[in-house]
C-alpha cells in the first residue's frame, strides 16, 4: 500500500464526519501511540461489517480514544448497543467526555478495568466482538469470549499481521509478537470457528462461530 493508493482510497469512500475527524486530530495531539487510533479507513470498514452482520450487542476489547467504538455503533439499527473495555483508566475522562459529544452517545457503554474480569461479570451475549486489546492476551481473551458469542456471531481481532513481524523468521521475536503468533496458529486450528486475514491496515482476521 503506497501513499498515494491510501490517498485515492480515503478519496473514495464515505467521509468519516466532522466528530471522528476531530477526535482523530485530539488522539494525534494529546495521546501518546496514536497509530493505535483505528483512523478512516479502518472505522468505515468496521461500520460496514456491522452493517452487514447486523448484531444487536456488540463487545469492544481496547477502546483507547474511542474512534473504532464510535465507528462500530454508527453501523448498528435502532436499539443497539456497544458495550467496550479499556483498562488504562488514565483515558477515562478523555472517553466519557468524547462520548458524550458523539452522534451515538446513548449506544455507547465504557467499562473501565480487566477484560479477563470484566466480562464475566458484564454475562451477556455478543453477536460481535472487536478485540483490539493487549497482543500478549489475545488468546486467552478469545478463550474468554467465546462462549459470549452467540452462534454465527462474528470475532473480529485487529493486528494480527502486526507490522509484519509475523513473518520475520529467524529475529528475536517479542511478547507482543509471540502472542499474535501464538493467536494466530491457535485460530487457524479452532475447527469450532471460520477465518480469514485481511491484509488490511496492521491486519484483521475475520472469526465467524459455527
Known amino acids: 500500500m503506497t501513499e498515494e493508493l491510501e490517498d485515492y482510497i480515503l478519496a473514495h469512500i464515505d467521509e468519516e464526519g466532522e466528530f471522528l475527524k476531530n477526535l482523530d486530530r485530539e488522539t494525534h495531539l494529546y495521546h501518546l501511540r496514536p497509530r493505535m487510533c483505528s483512523g478512516h479507513l ?15 450487542r456488540i463487545l469492544e476489547l481496547g477502546t483507547f480514544t474511542g474512534y473504532s467504538a464510535v465507528s462500530l455503533a454508527e453501523g448498528l439499527a435502532e436499539g ?12 477515562e475522562d478523555f472517553i466519557r467526555e468524547h462520548f458524550a459529544k458523539s452522534p451515538v452517545a446513548e449506544k455507547l457503554h465504557l467499562h473501565v478495568g480487566d477484560a479477563r474480569e470484566l466480562i464475566p461479570q458484564l454475562n451477556m451475549k455478543f453477536d460481535l466482538v472487536f478485540m483490539d486489546a493487549n497482543k500478549r492476551e489475545y488468546t486467552e481473551y478469545y478463550n474468554l ?3 459470549y458469542v452467540t452462534p454465527g456471531g ?8 502486526w507490522d509484519g513481524k509475523v513473518v520475520d523468521y529467524g529475529k528475536k521475536l517479542d511478547a507482543q509478537t509471540e502472542g499474535i503468533l501464538n493467536f494466530n ?13 485481511l491484509p488490511i491496515r496492521d491486519g484483521l482476521t475475520l472469526i465467524r462461530k459455527k
Open 42 to 56: 479502518q472505522g468505515r470498514l468496521l461500520k460496514m461489517f456491522v452493517r452487514m452482520i447486523r448484531p444487536q
Open 80 to 91: 443497539g448497543e456497544l458495550h467496550t473495555i479499556e483498562i488504562d483508566d488514565e483515558l
Open 145 to 147: 469470549v467465546f462462549d
Open 154 to 161: 462474528f470475532i473480529i481481532a485487529d493486528n494480527t499481521l
Open 185 to 197: 496458529d491457535f485460530v487457524k486450528n479452532d475447527d469450532r470457528v471460520e477465518k480469514v486475514i
